[in-house]
C-alpha cells in the first residue's frame, strides 16, 4: 500500500505564466492612470481659462471674482444673488459685497424681487454690455478655435458627461471639507452646501494630515 500522504492536484506555474491577479492588477492601475490623466487635464484647462479671463479682467481694470461675477451676470438677466452664488461656487455674502462695488461703478444694477423683497437679483447695466461686448467677440472666436471639431450633437454629450463628474466631484469636496471642518477655512466659498440632492454618496474621504487638529501642550 502507498503511504504516500494524497495532495490536491495543483498545476505549476511555468516561469513564463502570468498569475491571472497580476493582469487584473495591471489593468486596474492602467485604469487609474489614465483617471489622474484625465483629471490633470481637465485641471490644465481650468488653470488656462483663468488666465485668460485674468487678462480680460485687467483689461477691463476688474477683479478676477467681478469679472466672474459679471460674465455669470451675462447669461441671465435679474439673477437672484444665491443662484450667482451657487454658479460662482461661492457664499453669498461674497456675491453681495462684489455686486455693491460693481454697482458704485455703475456695472450692474441690484433690485429687490417684486414678490419677495428679501431677495436682491441682479443685472448687468448698459455700460457693462458696451463694456463686454468687445470681450463677447473674442470668447466667441476663441469658441469657434477651441471647439472646431465639435459638432453640436458631441457637445451636448460632452456638457453631459462633465456635469455628472462636476456633480460626484462636489459631493466629494462636500465629504472632504467636512472632515475638515474644524480647522478648514473656506477663503470665501461655501464648503457646507453640496448642491446635489441625488442618493449618490462618494467613498468615504480620508482626513488630509493638514486637516488633523495639532496635539495639545508639550
Not at 47 to 74: C, D, K, V
Not at 94 to 121: I, M, N, Y
Not at 186 to 214: L, Y
Request: charged share 25%.
Amino acid at each position: 500500500m502507498n503511504s504516500r500522504r494524497a495532495t490536491p492536484n495543483r498545476r505549476m506555474d511555468g516561469p513564463n505564466r502570468r498569475n491571472p491577479l497580476d493582469a487584473d492588477l495591471t489593468i486596474r492601475s492602467a485604469g487609474q492612470e489614465t483617471t489622474r490623466e484625465l483629471a490633470w487635464e481637465i485641471a490644465s484647462i481650468n488653470a488656462y481659462l483663468e488666465e485668460i479671463h485674468q487678462i480680460w479682467a485687467n483689461t477691463l481694470g476688474l477683479s478676477y471674482p467681478q469679472f466672474r461675477l459679471l460674465m455669470a451676470l451675462s447669461m441671465g438677466d435679474g439673477v437672484a444673488v444665491n443662484v450667482v452664488a451657487k454658479m460662482l461656487h461661492v457664499e453669498a455674502s461674497f456675491v453681495t459685497s462684489q455686486s455693491k462695488a460693481l454697482e458704485k461703478r455703475g456695472l450692474l444694477h441690484r433690485r429687490p424681487c417684486s414678490t419677495d423683497r428679501r431677495v436682491v437679483r441682479l443685472s448687468l447695466s448698459d455700460k457693462a454690455y458696451r463694456q463686454l461686448g468687445d470681450l463677447v467677440q473674442q470668447q466667441a472666436a476663441l469658441d469657434e478655435f477651441i471647439f472646431r471639431e465639435f459638432a453640436v450633437p458631441e457637445k451636448s454629450s460632452f456638457i453631459l458627461i462633465l456635469a455628472i463628474l462636476k456633480r460626484r466631484i462636489e459631493k466629494v469636496r462636500h465629504r472632504a471639507a467636512l472632515d475638515c471642518l474644524p480647522t478648514a477655512t473656506n477663503c470665501g466659498h461655501d464648503i457646507t452646501a453640496s448642491g446635489d440632492s441625488s442618493s449618490e454618496e462618494p467613498p468615504d474621504v480620508r482626513r488630509p494630515s493638514q486637516c488633523q487638529p495639532k496635539p495639545q501642550g508639550g
